[in-house]
């Protein structure tokens, strides 16, 4: 892109502010600025900001979710279904970890924190270390796709080299950088993060599958003949990875996703609940509970919207490519944006001052037909880490590890 083609798409959309530096950069700066206008998906921030508004919900209503009493009553037909999908090759895991550890007090990738106790253990380490559970129940190794960031794609590559992958083969891990989204001012004019970038975040973990596309995976997904994609965050150290019973659960019973989900601790517990919207699988968020939800009950006479969702999910790969051109609408979360003013000086502010845009994986789960609500025991497979202390940190998921035999 020269000039002016970036001048013109600039225009398009109300943006030339983003070249008023341009004649004092260098040439390294002028071309790096000029490429990151041709990557900038203009269109889907604008979007986002002409729909600032709340998107009306269907109807919601409860979804039959599989207990962990009916998962072990299966168990044994589930394990072969899903060992033979692993062993033939079917199954492939998406790691999304283009997260930085600023809340753990770490200034490197999520992933790369150390929670080890009396011994380095290293988050990517246990991720890796449960995957290799699967791979030595089913004797096929899976591949891995790790979905990074522009922030910390570098790190996160080098860290896997320097520790040997940890033992896995690393033809079968694939890092492959998430697409980023320009941040705005409240009247959506894009804010620049100095005068030769725009300021620009994650686009959120909805727009995994076609960034993976775009590094051209899809094709490594094609040749080996991965029928499924099990989508995981980084920050859960317990979760089990393509796991050979969620995967056979998923097929036994003919559905196209499947999303693993935990009791909640109570009414008000902070999680996102799987549900069904306009008889399509959805997610409620947690905020987005009313009261009248919150102490609905079943036939049984339990709470109806009982079950929150842990970010691990496995999707039929068909699914994936028919949904692909679907436009997942995007959501605007006010933040503080660190950025330069219009005199070209740095603004670091203390409140929020803008929009950032993104995309969420919960609304891939409701363009698909059906969902498989799987029940895991949240002591065994739910060891978040968003903080350094208190609830879901480092401090609670090394007492679960410890519990669960995981030396640390």
């Not at 094609?222 to 995967?247: M, S, T």
Request: a negative charge; charged letters at 30%; proline letters at 3%.
């Amino acid at each position: 892109m020269n000039y002016n083609e970036a001048f013109d798409t600039l225009k398009k959309y109300g943006q030339e502010h983003v070249l008023d530096y341009y004649d004092e950069l260098d040439d390294s700066d002028r071309k790096e600025l000029l490429r990151q206008i041709s990557m900038t998906d203009f269109e889907f921030a604008k979007a986002g900001h002409d729909n600032r508004k709340a998107e009306k919900r269907g109807i919601i209503t409860p979804i039959s979710v599989t207990t962990v009493d009916e998962i072990n009553s299966s168990k044994e037909h589930y394990m072969a279904v899903g060992k033979d999908a692993i062993a033939k090759g079917k199954v492939g895991a998406v790691l999304l970890a283009g997260g930085m550890g600023t809340r753990l007090g770490s200034d490197k990738p999520k992933g790369v924190f150390d929670i080890g106790i009396t011994r380095h253990v290293y988050i990517f380490e246990r991720l890796i270390e449960n995957l290799m559970d699967v791979v030595n129940e089913t004797g096929s190794y899976v591949h891995l796709f790790v979905m990074t960031s522009e922030k910390n794609n570098t790190d996160t590559i080098e860290f896997f080299k320097e520790k040997n992958y940890f033992g896995y083969p690393c033809d079968y891990i694939h890092f492959f950088v998430q697409d980023m989204a320009p941040a705005s001012d409240y009247e959506g004019r894009f804010l620049m993060e100095s005068k030769s970038r725009i300021a620009t975040s994650p686009n959120g973990n909805g727009g995994w599958y076609l960034s993976l596309k775009k590094a051209g995976y899809d094709k490594i997904i094609a040749g080996a003949g991965i029928e499924w994609l099990n989508v995981f965050a980084v920050d859960n150290v317990l979760q089990r990875i393509a796991d050979p019973c969620f995967v056979g659960a998923t097929i036994s019973n003919n559905c196209v996703c499947g999303s693993k989900v935990i009791r909640k601790v109570n009414k008000d517990e902070k999680v996102g609940v799987l549900c069904l919207e306009d008889n399509h699988p959805s997610i409620v968020e947690y905020y987005e509970l009313t009261d009248e939800m919150k102490n609905a009950v079943n036939e049984k006479g339990e709470p109806a919207y009982n079950f929150g969702v842990i970010l691990n999910y496995l999707f039929k790969t068909e699914e994936l490519d028919r949904i692909a051109a679907m436009k997942l609408p995007p959501h605007v979360v006010e933040k503080k944006i660190a950025c330069i003013d219009a005199d070209g000086n740095e603004v670091n502010p203390e409140e929020p001052n803008g929009y950032k845009y993104e995309t969420l994986i919960l609304d891939m789960i409701k363009l698909l037909d059906s969902c498989l609500a799987y029940e895991v025991v949240r002591e065994k497979e739910f060891a978040p880490i968003k903080n350094k202390t208190g609830v879901d940190s480092v401090e609670s998921a090394r007492e679960l590890l410890k519990k669960n035999g995981i030396e640390l």
